[in-house]
């Protein structure tokens, strides 16, 4: 717009801006503060801002030419980019930064071809230009992500779903490198987990059958390769600890409706028989949650108890953004009693009314993490949080650490012989959950038999 503009950024920040400027392809002058300001003393971020931030920020105010976008090429989609055997290839691709730290398959064009058989789509279709480095997000670069994660051909209408969801812009994909280091999963519904052989059951999150763990790998890299997320030497992805990825997750639809609830699928909009993909951030997982008894409220108080008591912490994220979808997976003999006398929404109403926090200790957590500013009265007066939430100015009243019982997601799953759920918390606004439904090629059985 000709006007001049400059952006404040944190030092340990930098890299990442510097991804972000050659996806936008817009030139950025930057004022840097040095260091982390949540642990710098008053005196010492007065002296920081007025020392070294606010000359930068001048320079970039009074017309300083901003740093350029690294315009680099890169290789047209299709192109060859190597030539050598597996352990070459291996150490090329390593050396570009293309792996995840493991060995990959390497995508030659037979094996890309493979995968692009199992869709009508062109290769050529662009979803989006994807953050944070602006590529596009092809069909073609999902089948070459999909070769190198492992998969098998045949998954590609579940892999173009995952990219489809991770595109839409509610999604927001550009917040995967954010500091929590939060990680995408992915719920595969309906006929298409059992045609794929993907685990429901014990050991339903262990890396190991093929399905659940490569479509999982093909998650993190593609936010790697083609959203440009990566860690040093490489930049992007600015999880200050991180976790590794998750394999994908798949329901035990046959015990969900045994116990007459309705599937997690069908409770995202798919008609029993379609087949869909949703995918949610994960920031924090719960211990495991054993409970006991033949009453429903017994275990449902225990997961009020347990959830309650590891995602407290987190719930001021949510306040702030006025979303968060903690996940339940139920273990399915737990499932079943508990569906004996309360439907989903039931637990979900318990769950809401159980699970509280004070005013004061969500203030302090939010104030902790990196919001002195935090207001639960500013927050209901600008509408994001229920007029509930400010009804009171006692610092010890308790708060409902989920905003909504709907947004309580719950989802049947695990070892049938264990008495074991689990709890699986979002990142607020960013990954909220996504579905897509999953598009099959006309002749996907014939050509669902020849693969096997």
């Known amino acids: ?13 930098l890299k990442q801006a510097e991804v972000i400027v050659k996806g936008l392809g817009v030139p950025l002058a930057m004022g840097v503060y040095p260091g982390a300001p949540m642990v710098d003393s008053e005196t010492e971020l007065k002296r920081k801002v007025e020392e070294e931030l606010a000359p930068g920020l001048l320079r970039g105010l009074t017309g300083e030419a901003p740093r350029a976008a690294d315009a680099a090429a890169e290789p047209e989609p299709g192109a060859v980019v190597f030539r050598g055997s597996f352990d070459e290839v291996q150490e090329h691709f390593h050396r570009q930064l293309w792996t995840d730290g493991l060995p990959v398959v390497p995508p030659t064009r037979e094996r890309v071809e493979a995968f692009l058989s199992f869709t009508g789509r062109a290769p050529d279709e662009v979803l989006r230009a994807i953050p944070q480095e602006g590529r596009e997000a092809s069909i073609l670069s999902i089948a070459v992500t999909g070769v190198m994660a492992g998969c098998r051909p045949e998954y590609m209408p579940v892999l173009i779903a995952i990219i489809e969801a991770m595109c839409d812009p509610d999604y927001r994909v550009e917040d995967s490198g954010s500091t929590p280091g939060w990680e995408p999963v992915v719920i595969v519904s309906g006929p298409i987990a059992r045609e794929l052989d993907l685990n429901s059951g014990q050991g339903m999150m262990r890396v190991g059958r093929q399905a659940n763990t490569s479509i999982g790998r093909f998650v993190r890299m593609y936010l790697r390769n083609i959203c440009g997320f990566r860690i040093p030497p490489g930049a992007g992805d600015k999880g200050s600890m991180g976790q590794s990825f998750l394999v994908a997750m798949a329901e035990d639809e046959d015990a969900a409706r045994e116990i007459g609830w309705p599937t997690y699928g069908e409770e995202r909009g798919f008609p029993a028989g379609e087949s869909a993909v949703t995918v949610r951030s994960v920031v924090a997982i719960t211990s495991p949650i054993y409970s006991g008894g033949d009453r429903a409220e017994t275990h449902v108080a ?17 306040f702030k953004t006025g979303l968060w979808s903690p996940l339940v997976v139920a273990g399915p003999s737990i499932a079943r009693v508990i569906a004996s006398e309360w439907s989903k929404d039931q637990v979900r109403r318990y769950l809401f009314d159980r699970m509280t926090v004070s005013a004061a200790r969500t203030t302090h957590h939010a104030r902790m993490t990196s919001t002195p500013t935090f207001s639960l009265e500013r927050l209901v007066t600008e509408g994001i949080l229920p007029a509930r939430y400010a009804q009171s100015a006692d610092p010890e009243r308790l708060l409902n650490i989920v905003i909504d019982p709907a947004m309580v997601e719950i989802l049947v799953a695990g070892d049938p012989g264990r008495n074991q759920s689990r709890a699986y918390m979002s990142n607020h606004v960013q990954g909220p959950p996504t579905s897509r439904r999953i598009e099959l090629p006309r002749d996907w059985e014939a050509r669902l038999r020849r693969s096997k």
């Open 1 to 13: 717009m000709g006007l001049p503009t400059v952006s404040i950024i944190g030092s340990g920040f």
């Open 302 to 318: 225990q997961w009020a108890d347990v959830i309650g008591g590891s995602f407290t912490y987190w719930a001021h994220t949510g």
